[in-house]
């Protein structure tokens, strides 16, 4: 009986430590389809996020299209990544996320939506420490500007916390998430950092940056140094 019910624990124990290294090839892959995503648009000739808005985001969300979107009762998920700036002016190990919700449109006539989020603010900053928020509710979201510069009757969009951005088919707009539920992924935090390291460590950049993830911080810092 008692090694019976050692084998069982040690199954148990193979198939935890699978299921995590699983969860981990996840995440850097993540990563990996964040950066190709990031670099792809911003090096997109007369588009891309305006330079100057990039500057001044304390934050950014990269949600890869092909990277685990499904319909879910109707809505649309998808999972990503954000990092934000520290103090010094480095960009933060990533800290996982996922989206949903109707309006987001992962899929349209069958093709992918990559997105990407600015947060603009100290507000929408701490918001990625909370569980789950509203964009449009919990944090105020509009469409970003597209080019090269933000030209200046985009000022009223400037207010808002979060700037949002789609590229679908090869075409690269702002796009209006309002209505969207932007959730912590800690299964995947978990997996990457190991199960003690908190959100509000990997925000303030008291965590080393994974080396699957030196490319991707060296294309953000590039583009928003």
Known sequence: MLKRVSILVIVALVATLTA????????IDRIHHADQVFNEIMNA?????????????????????????????????????????TSSGKWTA???????????????????????????????????????????ADASVAA?????????????????EILSYSRAKGIFAGVSLSGAVVRTDKSADDAMYGSSVTRDALIHGEVPAPEAAASLLHTIH????
């Open 20 to 27: 995590t290294a699983s969860d981990r090839d996840d995440d």
């Open 45 to 85: 000739p007369d588009q891309g996020i305006p330079g100057n808005l990039l500057d001044k985001a304390d934050c950014i969300a990269i949600i890869p299209g092909d990277v685990k979107f499904a319909f879910i009762f109707g809505g649309n998920y998808g999972r990503g990544i954000a990092t934000c700036r």
């Open 94 to 136: 990533p800290l996982f996320i996922a989206i949903s919700g109707g309006s987001v449109g992962y899929q349209i006539g069958g093709s992918s939506t990559d997105l990407v989020l600015l947060f603009m603010n100290e507000h929408a900053l701490h918001s990625l420490l909370s569980d789950r928020f509203k964009l449009g």
């Open 144 to 160: 970003g500007p597209v080019g090269r510069t933000a030209a200046a009757d985009t000022d009223l969009k400037l207010n808002a």
């Open 222 to 225: 590039q583009f928003a140094g």
